[in-house]
């Protein structure tokens, strides 16, 4: 009973109004994955991606199974 693992919780977001992108900094290189708004073009950031465990943990959290886009 102490050692159990947690349910891995899927987060959801509307599909429909936004898409998850991965924004890279062009000055510094930081990578941060989120949410862009599909008609006014808002970037909604959720994470710093520093590895590609830090990626991969950000698709398995809102179920995310296609490449992402990268924006700068």
């Known amino acids: 009973m102490l050692f159990h693992k947690k349910k891995?919780?899927?987060k959801t977001y509307d599909k429909e109004?936004?898409?998850p992108v991965l924004h890279k900094s062009i000055c510094t290189g930081e990578t941060t994955a989120?949410?862009?708004h599909?008609?006014?073009g808002k970037f909604i950031e959720d994470r710093l991606i520093i590895t590609d465990k830090d990626l991969k943990?950000?698709?398995e959290l809102y179920g995310i199974t296609e490449e992402l886009r990268t924006i700068y």
């Open 8 to 10: 891995k919780e899927v």
């Open 34 to 36: 989120g949410f862009r």
């Open 57 to 59: 943990e950000f698709k």
């Open 38 to 40: 599909r008609t006014s």
């Open 17 to 19: 109004a936004y898409e």
